[in-house]
């Protein structure tokens, strides 16, 4: 196993060369499978073709899952039931369903509301896995200045904020103020997010996987934040831009 390092190739046959219980954290952003072509070997015919595929990276994922690790699988609105079924079927631990809220919503059919959120499920092995509290600063602090009773008792304030929820704000990387975050790969994620996960669902030194590495953002990120990652893309453009990034990221 070749740690800090992307794959170029099939992830389903990376993983089959990963041992067991090797990643703490498995970070997938697949495709899905809502025409997005990604180039040779990542399209699907039709829907039981993908659901095919995915129980068959899914079930390598599982395997490779440390006892106390964390899988995040990034869907869509209309065919998250597909893997969050699998997902249970295949014994995954449920933890939640995260809806990634943002601003800038899309449109892709006309006649029905624009989509403003991707659903991003957490699964695991056990409900001890790592979990380190995600804390937001509070909504007003003017009433912080102020004695707060609850129940009859002092209530004292967080000093890092209240516990975050299941709703997580952030912003798409579309307009001018991500242009120097942004690279060319059509369904990148931001580092906000990304980040998150990796601080607060691994700790320094874990392992990282990411099975769909695309621009190497969930790579960078577990980089930057002192864990160890394992990738592979199987588009040679899209890995192109990932090697080149973990590189420069690697010179500073
Ligand atoms: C949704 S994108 C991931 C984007 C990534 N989260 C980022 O921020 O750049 C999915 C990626 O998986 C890659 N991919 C699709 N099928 C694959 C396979 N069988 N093996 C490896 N990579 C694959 C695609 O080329 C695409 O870059």
Excluded at 11 to 18: C, P, W
Excluded at 142 to 152: D, F, V, W
Aim: positive net charge; charged residues 20%; contains cysteine.
């Amino acid at each position: 196993m070749i740690e800090n390092h992307i794959h170029f190739g099939d992830t389903i046959e990376f993983m089959k060369t990963l041992p067991d219980k090797c990643a703490n954290l498995i970070i997938a952003d697949p495709p899905y499978n809502i025409d997005k072509d990604f180039g040779p070997g990542t399209i699907f015919t039709d829907n039981d073709t993908w659901i095919a595929w995915s129980r068959n990276w899914l079930n390598e994922a599982k395997r490779v899952l440390h006892p106390k690790g964390n899988i995040f699988v990034y869907a869509i609105h209309n065919n998250v039931c597909y893997l969050q079924c699998l997902m249970l079927e295949m014994g995954f631990e449920y933890r939640r369903q995260i809806i990634w809220y943002y601003e800038n919503g899309w449109s892709k059919y006309k006649n029905g509301p624009a989509c403003h959120y991707e659903p991003l499920l957490w699964f695991s092995k056990s409900t001890t896995s790592t979990y380190i509290t995600i804390r937001e600063p509070y909504k007003s602090t003017e009433r912080l200045k102020h004695k707060i009773t609850k129940n009859g008792k002092i209530w004292t304030p967080h000093p890092e904020g209240k516990q975050a929820g299941d709703v997580w704000h952030f912003p798409t990387l579309s307009g001018r103020r991500f242009a120097k975050e942004r690279l060319e790969h059509p369904t990148q994620k931001p580092l906000s997010i990304t980040n998150r996960i990796v601080a607060h669902f691994s700790n320094v030194g874990d392992v990282v996987l990411v099975p769909f590495a695309g621009s190497g953002t969930e790579c960078f990120a577990a980089s930057q934040l002192g864990r160890r990652y394992l990738g592979a893309e199987i588009n040679p453009a899209y890995y192109a831009i990932a090697v080149k990034r973990l590189d420069e990221s690697m010179a500073k």
